[in-house]
């Protein structure tokens, strides 16, 4: 699956980005990779930026990736984890889609970024087209620095896509993808696998294969484990499932078999992430925030961590708790997130609320959103 806008980046950009280190092969032994302790807690909450979105962490560069917007379309910048050299990559670029462009997500050799862009004519609405729901959009790849571009889908109108991530051995790219409009209010959505490849200089996907895991749905993309054998995703499969009401699963695709971790069908779990040692898993959750998850205007999420096998599921983050030491000061609603390269931090997107119109600004950027870093207890 293959769209227009590809352009030749030649062999010395190759060499420059240093592809051929690309990181290949499996990750070490869990006990050998960085994590959190043994049960952890968020010691720290400190703010990185406001308006900032959806985010990715390299943990060879040590940079954040996130998308933003200053009023106009949102474009893609990067910072130190503390927050500093903040730096838009897609501002003014040749090349670049010219309107919405977020969901960032590092290659794992820091040389390509994936994001989905809204495409430049289509009769959709600008809110379904804003990174957050992704309607109207194509997957593309630019370089890590921002210079170069390629689209490497073409959805049809109406269509789009959300989430892309790479495998950690970099040889595999998964998003979600919308296939039909009904049922509503989401539509049908698959999981999309290929391969990726560099080929004559450009970033580029074959064997695209299409998923169902749990069945017909809407589904998300959210992670793959650490040896690259599960992907994390939400859907909302089950007989009565309301949209909202999505659960968290672990797709073992070597075997073909899926895992329901979270079984809350009146709640919403979303943005789901195995910690960097395959220990722990951190989502999104609506559960104990006292509203009434279907309606947006009460929505309150945190963020909450449980085994890799779904056992011992406890609340993280306590961002809605008057008095906590966790606390915004108002109705917050956590977002995505991305692990740090030691497991003892994250970087997290939540967005402040008051009214519902907070929410529905935030989702088209502004200062009711911003990234936040959540310090853990180390190993």
């Known amino acids: 699956m293959a769209g227009g806008g590809r352009r030749s980046w030649g062999p010395i950009l190759l060499v420059v980005l240093g592809l051929v280190a690309c990181r290949s092969g499996r990750p070490a032994d869990s006990a050998e990779l960085p994590g959190p302790a043994a049960d952890p807690q968020v010691t720290a909450v400190t703010l990185l930026t406001e308006n900032g979105g ?14 933003r917007s200053e009023g ?10 503390d927050g500093s050299g903040q730096t838009c990559l897609t501002c003014g670029r040749p090349g670049a889609p010219p309107r919405h462009k977020g969901n960032p997500a590092w290659h794992p050799s820091g040389a390509f970024i994936a994001f989905i862009a809204e495409k430049a004519h289509h009769r959709g609405t600008a809110l379904r087209a804003t990174p957050g729901i992704g309607i109207d959009n194509d997957l593309w790849i630019m370089t890590g620095d921002g210079q170069r571009y390629s689209q490497i889908t073409a959805v049809p109108p109406g269509m789009g896509v959300l989430h892309p991530q790479f495998s950690h051995d970099g040889t595999r790219l998964v998003w979600a993808e919308r296939v039909a ?17 560099v080929q004559d200089g450009l970033p580029a996907v074959r064997h695209i294969q299409s998923f169902q895991p749990a069945g017909p749905a809407f589904y998300e993309t959210h992670g793959f484990s650490p040896d690259d054998t599960t992907l994390l995703f939400s859907a909302n499969p089950e007989p009565g499932q309301p949209f909202w009401g999505l659960d968290i699963y672990a797709w073992h695709r070597p075997t073909q078999t899926v ?9 919403w779990d979303e943005h789901a992430h195995y910690s960097p040692d395959g220990r722990f898993i951190v989502w999104m959750s609506s559960m104990g925030c006292r509203c009434d998850p279907s309606r947006l205007a009460d929505l309150r999420t945190d963020y909450w961590i449980m085994a890799a096998d779904g056992t011992h599921k406890r609340r993280l983050t306590f961002f809605n708790e008057p008095g906590h030491p966790h606390a915004q000061g108002e109705s917050t609603v956590a977002g995505d997130f991305a692990w740090g390269p030691n497991g003892r931090q ?17 989702l088209r950027g502004g200062d009711r959103q911003k990234i936040v ?5 180390g190993g």
């Open 181 to 197: 409009e009904q049922p509503p209010p989401s539509g049908t959505w698959v999981i999309r696998l290929a391969e990726f490849v």
């Open 72 to 81: 106009g379309p949102y474009e893609i910048f990067v910072m130190a984890p």
């Open 373 to 377: 870093r959540l310090d853990l207890s």
């Open 54 to 67: 959806r985010v990715d962490w390299h943990p060879g560069r040590n940079l954040i990736v996130f998308d």
């Open 259 to 267: 895992r329901r971790l979270t079984t809350t069908l009146d709640q």
């Open 346 to 362: 994250i970087a997290a997107y939540i967005i402040g609320k008051r009214r519902l119109i907070d929410l529905l600004r935030g």
